[in-house]
């Protein structure tokens, strides 16, 4: 990096600063580059793209790892803003994670706070990536062999994008790690499977017998050459690019002539709204009266 500006780092999870996986990822990058360490203080999986809105953050320093890390009490969405506005309002990549449990399937990344941290980044122009295992537990981390080669493989797709950039359209990648990694294991470049769970509802009744539910679910059959697929049952490294312009890629004739119809609807409503002041025709047409 002599000769030439340090290419400056967030590193986030949704895990909280306790995890093993938020130090795992800092290892991989820290060669890379300045690495700012911020996460929440406790976990905030599940929690996607969601900001706060109604209580005040708080951001603390403390020290892990023999160096400062930053805790909030906010989302890992929240951090982006927060690193932005209180640290370093430049950054060069985020990357987010690593997460116990992989996030594989649309139906699990829209709700990950892994992926929601990288996907705020990504909004607003900053290169991000995503990492997760299929892991139980932060503490499977603790193999030496399944940590280290997590790490250089994080590593590396992190120092590609630092100096090569996204392609054009794409705004994050989502890598997920298998249980287990050797000599022989494989890395895909996967399309995104629609599920992974089957989700289930269950319902219980507390000591007062109050109702109360429990949600869950059971894993779905894997879709072959998905990232579900790739990661469960070939135990293949993913990365999956993903897009977050979430407007249709074709409009073809079927969905124009729908949307179409749908539009000359709203219009013969619209004609019919009453004058401004005229009450009695308001109501008429809010009771459904010709």
């Given at each position: 990096m002599s000769g030439r500006t340090a290419r400056k780092i967030l590193v986030t999870?949704?895990?909280?600063?306790?995890?093993?996986?938020?130090?795992l990822l800092w290892d991989a990058v820290r060669?890379?580059?300045?690495?700012?360490?911020f996460a929440p203080e406790t976990p905030k999986?599940?929690?996607?793209?969601?900001?706060?809105?109604?209580?005040?953050?708080?951001?603390?320093?403390?020290?892990?790892?023999?160096?400062?890390v930053y805790a909030t009490?906010?989302?890992?969405?929240?951090?982006?803003?927060?690193?932005?506005?209180?640290?370093?309002?430049?950054?060069?990549?985020?990357?987010?994670?690593?997460?116990?449990?992989?996030?594989?399937s649309v139906q699990v990344i829209?709700?990950?706070?892994?992926?929601?941290?990288?996907?705020?980044?990504?909004?607003?122009?900053i290169p991000s990536i995503a990492f997760s295992a299929a892991v139980e537990d932060a503490?499977?981390?603790?193999?030496?062999?399944?940590?280290?080669?997590?790490?250089?493989?994080?590593?590396?797709?992190?120092?590609?994008?630092?100096?090569?950039?996204l392609p054009e359209g794409i705004h994050v990648l989502n890598v997920n790690f298998p249980r287990r990694i050797h000599e022989g294991t494989r890395v895909r470049i996967a399309r995104v499977a629609p599920i992974k769970f089957l989700q289930r509802v269950n319902v219980n009744y507390d000591p007062r017998g109050n109702k109360y539910y429990?949600?869950?679910?059971?894993?779905?059959?894997?879709?072959?050459?998905?990232?579900?697929?790739?990661v469960h049952v070939e135990e293949s490294i993913t990365i999956s690019p993903l897009q977050l312009d979430l407007n249709p890629r074709n409009t073809d004739e079927a969905l124009s002539k729908y949307l179409e119809s749908m539009t000359a609807s709203i219009k013969r409503i619209?004609?019919?709204?009453?004058?401004?002041?005229?009450?009695?025709?308001?109501?008429?047409v809010a009771g459904g009266k010709p």
């Open positions: 999870n949704d895990d909280g600063i306790h995890s093993l996986g938020l130090k060669p890379l580059g300045k690495t700012i360490i999986s599940a929690s996607g793209l969601g900001i706060t809105l109604h209580k005040p953050l708080r951001i603390q320093r403390v020290k892990y790892w023999g160096t400062t009490n906010g989302t890992p969405s929240d951090i982006i803003y927060l690193a932005l506005n209180e640290i370093s309002p430049k950054l060069d990549l985020v990357v987010s994670g690593v997460n116990v449990g992989d996030n594989t829209l709700s990950s706070g892994t992926v929601g941290a990288a996907a705020q980044a990504a909004l607003l122009g503490e499977e981390f603790s193999d030496p062999n399944y940590y280290n080669s997590i790490m250089v493989v994080a590593r590396e797709i992190s120092r590609f994008v630092l100096e090569n950039g429990w949600l869950y679910g059971m894993m779905a059959d894997p879709i072959p050459g998905t990232d579900v697929y790739y619209l004609d019919r709204l009453p004058e401004k002041g005229d009450i009695e025709a308001g109501e008429a």
